[in-house]
């Protein structure tokens, strides 16, 4: 499996804005599909944001919608996350995942990144 790396987490006040990178260690990997993740104590892991390799093609949670923005660098092989307008909701451990399939689990998984946001 390829591996990927997460980095830009951090603390940050309420209103700030934080933006993670997700690098993956090969450069021939081509994700068809590339996610960034989160997870708060004790709730589920969500999906927050997605975008195909092209990067025409976007998904983003209701809850994240208009604050944060998915994109990538493909000749960097890194996939960011910028994240405006933060809020004390969005703290979380952050985890960018990868697949080679349209459809399916995500096969890839980086080792998460914390977020968190003071009030």
């Known amino acids: 499996q390829v591996q990927l790396a997460e980095s830009g987490g951090g603390l940050v006040q309420a209103g700030g804005s934080l933006r993670l990178s997700c690098a993956a260690s090969?450069?021939?990997?081509?994700?068809?599909?590339t996610g960034w993740f989160r997870q708060a104590p004790g709730r589920q892991r969500e999906l927050v944001a997605r975008?195909?390799?092209?990067?025409?093609?976007?998904y983003y949670a209701d809850s994240v919608k208009g604050r944060f923005t998915i994109s990538r660098d493909n000749a960097k092989n890194t996939v960011y996350l910028q994240m405006n307008s933060l809020k004390p909701e969005d703290t979380a451990v952050y985890y960018c995942?990868?697949?080679?399939?349209?459809?399916?689990?995500?096969?890839?998984w980086g080792q998460g990144t914390q977020v968190t946001v003071s009030s």
């Open positions: 090969e450069r021939t990997f081509r994700p068809l599909r």
């Open positions: 975008i195909n390799y092209s990067g025409s093609s976007t």
């Open positions: 995942a990868a697949s080679s399939d349209y459809y399916g689990p995500f096969g890839s």
